[in-house]
Nanobody, 115 residues
Framework: QVQLVESGGGLVQPGGSLRLSCVASGSSFSIYAMGWYRQAPGKQRELVAG???????NYADSVKGRFTISRDNVKNAVYLQMNRLKPEDTAVYYC?????????WGQGTQVTVSS
């Protein structure tokens, strides 16, 4: 089993940057695919970016070129660098670890983009 704790959210002006972190406890972090999801009020949770155990990344079209996902298997961490933030990026951001049929979620961190 994996426990996930996100951090790094906050209030930022449009055009600004934030870096989210997700630290995992438990065993074998490197074998998990990791993803960042977000959920805005009144909307469904959506995948923002994912990274496989082998380091292959994928992004939602809405964040391509602005967000970068990365992982550090030594620190048991996954990161989401968010640049050129827009008001529509406002949401609670969640980290998820997935392997086979198992998925584990963090508690989420709020990101608010507003002037």
């Amino acid at each position: 089993q994996v426990q996930l704790v996100e951090s790094g959210g906050g209030l930022v002006q449009p055009g600004g940057s934030l870096r989210l972190s997700c630290v995992a406890s438990g065993s074998s972090f490197s074998i998990y695919a990791m993803g960042w999801y977000r959920q805005a009020p009144g909307k469904q949770r959506e995948l923002v970016a994912g990274i496989s155990s082998g380091g292959v990344t994928n992004y939602a079209d809405s964040v391509k070129g602005r967000f970068t996902i990365s992982r550090d298997n030594v620190k048991n961490a996954v990161y989401l660098q968010m640049n050129r933030l827009k008001p529509e990026d406002t949401a609670v951001y969640y980290c998820k670890a997935t392997r086979l049929i198992f998925g584990y979620w963090g508690q989420g961190t709020q990101v608010t983009v507003s002037s």
